[in-house]
């Protein structure tokens, strides 16, 4: 059954033909199940426990809305295999995650600062903040922008070694007054930060926050292994940590 943070939010996708908000909670619950990869209709309602004309329904409406879509099983040819199709933008809860914490920061640190980096930097801070506290979610958002920016900027970081690459995040992270880089393990490859730039004066949302650093280091990443990586933040200032940690790894070994 749909969790009660499903229950509660709006799911945001954006597909080929605009921006679709699902509201309905069993669409969300599907659309959570095809998040883990292609699943059959018999599959899904198994999952869902719900009717099978209930389900073919709601997944009509979502191929409908471009936001999922589907192939033949090349197992079984008189069955269907769907996956989402579109980009998962954010989510939107009717209720208030976090107490409103842009005075704090507007008072301690965007009207006290003398420095424009500073200032840009705490106002990026306010505006997610402001959204948080609207129940806006746009951690996907900030994670597909940092990827971005991580695969950009891999042609000024790269090295001809993995540890090479890292000294030269470290002085690019410290250069740019984005906080403090160090390895705790190379295999498997965990990053810590300190003084992160991201999430440090964020109120404590007992989840990780630092969507954009993990977008960046999964962009950088993927280049130098010519693989895709997934990035996960095992600690994190907000949930209540003294620092952020980064777990890298490969989707997929060479074994496969």
């Not at 749909?2 to 659309?31: C, D, H, M, W, Y």
């Not at 699943?39 to 979502?62: C, E, M, P």
């Not at 090479?164 to 295999?187: C, D, M, P, R, Y």
Request: proline letters at 4%.
């Amino acid at each position: 059954m749909a969790t009660t943070e499903t229950k509660g939010r709006i799911k945001i996708f954006s597909t080929k033909n605009g921006v679709n908000i699902i509201q309905s909670p069993i669409k969300a619950q599907i659309l959570s199940i095809l998040k883990e990869g292609g699943r059959s209709g018999s599959q899904i309602v198994s999952s869902t426990k719900r009717s099978k004309s209930t389900i073919s329904a709601h997944l009509q409406d979502l191929e409908d809305a471009g936001i999922i879509d589907w192939i033949i099983d090349p197992d079984d040819r008189r069955r269907k295999i769907y996956f989402i199709n579109s980009k998962f933008l954010g989510d939107v809860s009717p209720n208030h995650e976090i107490e409103d914490h842009m005075n704090t920061i507007l008072e301690e640190y965007v009207t006290q600062s003398n420095d424009p980096f500073d200032f840009f930097r705490y106002m990026f801070r306010t505006i997610r903040v402001a959204l948080l506290d609207e129940g806006i979610n746009i951690d996907p958002i900030l994670h597909n922008a940092g990827m971005k920016v991580g695969k950009t900027f891999y042609k000024k970081l790269k090295g001809e070694s993995l540890n090479n690459l890292i000294q030269n995040i470290a002085s690019f992270w410290e250069t740019n007054n984005l906080g403090n880089i160090e390895v705790k393990s190379i295999n498997p490859l965990i990053i810590q930060a300190y003084d992160c730039f991201e999430c440090e004066d964020l109120p404590k949302l007992g989840r990780p926050a630092c969507a954009f650093d993990s977008g960046v280091l999964e962009g950088i990443f993927s280049n130098f292994f010519d693989q895709e990586v997934e990035v996960e933040e095992t600690k994190c200032y907000a949930q209540g940590d003294d620092y952020c940690q980064f777990l890298i790894k490969p989707l997929k070994t060479n074994e496969e």
